[in-house]
């Protein structure tokens, strides 16, 4: 992205008024290099992986990230991970209560350097309750290096749907500022909203509201897709219009994937294309591993290219009679709904398709 690398370097603060609060938004931040392409033993054989790759972008984000185990409310966090097996040190950002700076933000991840030309389809992502936006670290910046703006609004509870509201508003006031990095970089003709655990929830629940109300932000407005991991059950697949993904882990105590993810989710989504996959190996905080251990990273990226892109690789994982995931080894449970069974592939896409935000 053309001066992301300078705007990230200096200090600024964005501020916008979000359901009558003022919120600050983004801090000083160091760019975050590129991962290296090549991530030994990250990728086993199958067809999602390539797509746990690093994409061939740049990624710069305006939170730096720190190790949870500087602070107690980390250290908690760690406490649950380590009981789950997970003995890779997690990343925080210094949020509060996992250090002194504000509770309510949104963090960006975003393409930057000469390769970045956008405008960028968008991923509004949501943490889970008590998550840290940098605990999804190795995610967003994959996401973001295949050519995607990650937005990812916290406000500790990260519950319903105001979080997502919050990361929409914020999105629409940086790509709005001339002075900012986002300018006219966003294509609000692909958005996807995603979240982990309750903020899974409250991605199901601006899936079913913005789909119609979106285009009072911007006319382009358009909503591609959902996607959530181990997401919350207060919503219903009923109200949700648009293409979705919904994925469990067989060892997740919290979210267990035959209740509502299955019961009034998946089963409820009869309108548009709808998959649920489970990962055989998944506890509840296995989506904040790194890229090399992650269980959704390659299926989370695929389902993005394959939306946002109609990327011809990716429509192989979900389209057509001979769709490749439920072939990955990775997962024990695969299946789609009849809407999903008939789509065909559309043509890929490279440039956006609507015209740069104002």
Same mark, same amino acid.
């Given at each position: ?139 967003? /910046? ?5 050519? $995607?703006? !990650? +937005? ?6 990260? #519950?319903?749907?105001? &979080? =997502? ?54 006319? /382009? ?5 959902? $996607?959530? !991991? +181990? ?6 697949? #009923?109200?949700?219009? &648009? =293409? ?115």
């Amino acid at each position: 992205m053309r001066k992301i690398l300078a705007a990230t370097a200096c200090t600024a603060s964005v501020v916008v008024a979000a359901a009558g609060a003022t919120v600050p938004v983004a801090t000083a931040a160091p760019v975050q290099p590129a991962p290296p392409r090549s991530m030994p033993g990250a990728t086993p054989a199958g067809p999602l992986a390539d797509f746990t790759k690093p994409g061939p972008l740049k990624v710069a984000t305006n939170y730096a990230p720190t190790k949870c185990s500087s602070s107690l409310m980390g250290m908690i966090m760690l406490l649950q991970a380590r009981g789950e097996g997970i003995k890779e040190e997690m990343t925080c950002s210094l949020a509060f209560p996992y250090g002194p700076e504000s509770p309510v933000g949104v963090q960006i991840f975003a393409p930057f350097g000469k390769a970045a030309k956008g405008p960028y389809p968008a991923v509004i992502f949501m943490p889970g309750i008590g998550g840290n936006p940098s605990q999804y670290t190795a995610l967003a /910046r994959n996401w973001a290096s295949h050519g $995607f703006i !990650i +937005a990812m609004p916290f406000t500790f509870w990260n #519950s319903l749907i105001e &979080v =997502p509201s919050l990361g929409t508003a914020v999105l629409a006031y940086m790509s709005r500022d001339p002075g900012n990095p986002l300018f006219r970089r966003v294509d609000w003709s692909r958005i996807s909203y995603a979240g982990h655990s309750a903020g899974g929830q409250g991605a199901l629940q601006a899936a079913s509201l913005y789909p119609s109300t979106g285009t009072a932000i911007d006319p /382009r407005f358009h909503v591609v897709s959902v $996607f959530t !991991i +181990a997401n919350g059950p207060l919503a219903l697949g #009923s109200t949700v219009n &648009v =293409p979705a993904l919904v994925l469990g882990g067989r060892l997740d105590n919290i979210v267990p994937p035959w209740a509502w993810q299955t019961m009034w989710q998946f089963n409820g989504m009869q309108s548009a294309p709808a998959y649920f996959a489970v990962s055989r190996t998944a506890h509840h905080l296995d989506v904040a591993r790194s890229a090399r251990t992650n269980p959704f990273l390659g299926v989370t990226t695929a389902w993005l290219m394959h939306v946002a892109y109609h990327d011809p690789a990716a429509a192989r994982v979900f389209l057509g009679k001979d769709w490749s995931l439920p072939h990955d080894k990775s997962f024990d449970e695969v299946k789609r709904n009849r809407v999903a069974a008939r789509a065909l592939p559309k043509r890929p896409l490279t440039e956006p398709t609507g015209n740069p935000g104002r």
